[in-house]
């Protein structure tokens, strides 16, 4: 199946600092999705990504497809406790219809 | 109303067992996947079910035996269970299947431990 690396793997942030997770296909994607899991929890859909150079914002999060879309990222500003928990990226396979592989994860922990 | 169910959440189980975790979504999707996550969380399809029927197997062990009864659920055995089998394994499912832009729900997730 395709790769789809996300880095960094881990990040530590202050309460209040921005963080940024970037994702990268070794392959031309046709929509990006982005999920969060939280701690123990499940990954829940937060986002879709379509069209190249696309930028979508959900309040503190701002959401990014590559011109070329092979790479997207997350960009938190401002971060809160509630955002701690680890973002995947997921593509799907051209030639698998919709099943989606995600990218390796970028866990978040926040110290307030 | 909870749209993915998985049960047990919680297995543990002893090396060389057979086992089983059940997986229902009342959604009306057609499409329903098993996801294996590791200690890394690296989150690895498995297999991908449409209207009951097997699409994809992603190089799974033959161990490993999914079953959809119906769409609407999507059970997965595992006979002879090994120690790297311990992880946590996701069932989801999406409204239907060769539609790239259908995002995906999941189940709360089954953690397995084999001893």
Redo the contacts between chains.
């Keep these: 199946?395709q790769q789809v690396m996300q880095i960094p793997q881990y990040q530590h942030v202050q309460e209040g600092e921005d963080f940024t997770t970037y994702c990268n296909s070794s392959t031309t994607l046709?929509?990006i999705?982005w999920?969060k899991?939280r701690p123990g929890?499940?990954?829940?859909?937060l986002i879709?990504l379509?069209k190249s150079g696309e930028v979508k914002k959900q309040k503190r999060l701002t959401f990014q497809f590559g011109e070329a879309k092979k790479n997207s990222s997350l960009h938190i500003t401002a971060t809160q406790t509630t955002d701690v928990g680890?973002y995947?990226c997921?593509g799907?396979g051209w030639d698998?219809?919709?099943?989606?592989?995600?990218g390796?994860?970028t866990?978040l922990t926040v110290i307030p | 109303d909870t749209a993915v169910s998985q049960t047990p959440k919680y297995l543990v189980t002893q090396m060389g067992n057979d086992k089983s975790i059940k997986c229902e979504q009342n959604l009306g999707h057609d499409?329903m996947?098993w996801?294996k996550q590791d200690s890394?969380?690296?989150?690895?399809?498995m297999f991908?079910y449409n209207n009951k029927e097997l699409?994809?197997n992603?190089t799974v062990p033959n161990r490993f035996s999914p079953k959809s009864p119906d769409k609407a659920h999507l059970n997965l055995h595992i006979n002879s269970l090994e120690l790297g089998d311990s992880a946590v394994y996701?069932c989801a499912s999406?409204l239907?299947?060769?539609?790239?832009?259908?995002?995906?729900?999941?189940?709360?997730?089954t953690q397995l431990s084999v001893l």
């Design positions: 199946g046709s929509n999705q999920y899991q929890g499940h990954p829940v859909f879709q379509v680890t995947f997921a799907p698998t219809g919709n099943q989606f592989y995600f390796t994860g866990s | 499409t996947y996801y890394k969380k690296f989150l690895k399809i991908s699409i994809i992603e996701f999406s239907r299947w060769g539609q790239q832009n259908e995002k995906l729900f999941f189940g709360s997730g």
